[in-house]
């Protein structure tokens, strides 16, 4: 089935209240941040979307394909599930190799996806190298999560991507998220950070469980996210040499000025 996009029709609030904003739409190529407080509903959102919600949750949202629901198949049966999500934890229990792991994936997709180019994103995405011969269980969470960024983006034909807080994965998650539109998805993340939220074509605000209010990213909020990836990527830069033991002495930051 091709999926062009998906509609999210408003329900309620955690009150019982409609919710503000009625309809949300996303297309494939584009990146939609959800922000909001702790507890304002973010995860439930990213639920709802996870399980092309019918108005069977808490929340009472339906989710649209192609603008209509969805057929039961479509929620139920894993081999057509349409939706990837990669949470803020990732523990494997396969006692493999990370190249076993991925040939197994390539294989159960039919693909003629090279499990290699698919460790290749994985090391542009994270600062710890993954060898194909590491057992997926002696992963860290970054390379964890890097992997398995990698492996949807390019293995998996999910056309859906949920990323929860990705910016505590340890990862690029610049790179990541190009990664992702570069292959035409629709990615969702949950995120607190303004670089990734200024870099996202909308931002759906959350509150008390409600979709509160939809924010098209503005041409000056594209520029300042220009300038906090600089020094978002000198942070980076930092941690990596301090986690190699180096003494850090005499460190300027990027110059983050337009002038």
């Known amino acids: 089935m091709e999926v062009k996009k998906l509609t999210v029709l408003g329900g ?4 019982g209240n409609p919710e503000p904003v009625r309809e949300l739409e996303l297309k494939r190529g584009t990146v939609t941040a959800v922000v909001g407080p702790t507890g304002s509903g973010k995860s439930a959102l990213l639920r709802d979307i996870e399980v092309l919600a019918r108005g069977d949750t808490v929340t009472g949202r339906k989710v649209l394909v192609n603008g209509e629901l969805p057929p039961e198949d479509l929620r139920f049966n894993p081999r057509r599930r349409l939706v990837a999500h990669v949470t803020q934890t990732m523990g494997f229990l396969a006692d493999c190799t990370v190249a076993e792991f ?3 994936h390539v294989e159960a997709e039919g693909t003629d996806v090279d499990p290699y180019d698919v460790l290749e994103v994985a090391n542009r995405l994270t600062g710890e190298p993954i060898h194909p011969d590491m057992h997926m269980t ?3 969470g970054g390379q964890s999560r890097a992997l398995m960024v990698a492996d949807v983006a390019v293995i ?7 990323l929860d ?4 994965a340890g990862i690029k998650k610049h790179e990541a998220l190009d990664e992702l539109t570069s292959h035409d998805k629709i990615v969702v993340v949950v995120t607190h950070d303004p670089v990734i939220a200024l870099r996202a074509d909308v931002r759906v605000v959350m509150r008390n469980g409600a979709m509160t209010e939809i924010i098209r990213t503005s041409r000056s909020e594209r520029e300042a996210a220009k300038l906090l990836e600089k020094v978002d990527d ?3 830069e930092l941690r990596e040499r301090v986690r190699e033991g180096e003494r ?3 460190v300027e930051p990027p110059e983050v000025t337009t002038a």
Do not use: F, H, T, Y
Not at 12 to 15: I, P, W, Y
Not at 165 to 168: A, G
């Open 12 to 15: 309620r609030d955690k009150d």
């Open 102 to 104: 991925l040939e197994a």
């Open 138 to 140: 002696e992963l860290s």
């Open 156 to 162: 998996g034909d999910r056309p859906v991507v949920l």
């Open 165 to 168: 807080e990705i910016e505590n």
């Open 234 to 236: 000198w942070l980076l």
């Open 248 to 250: 850090i002495e005499g």
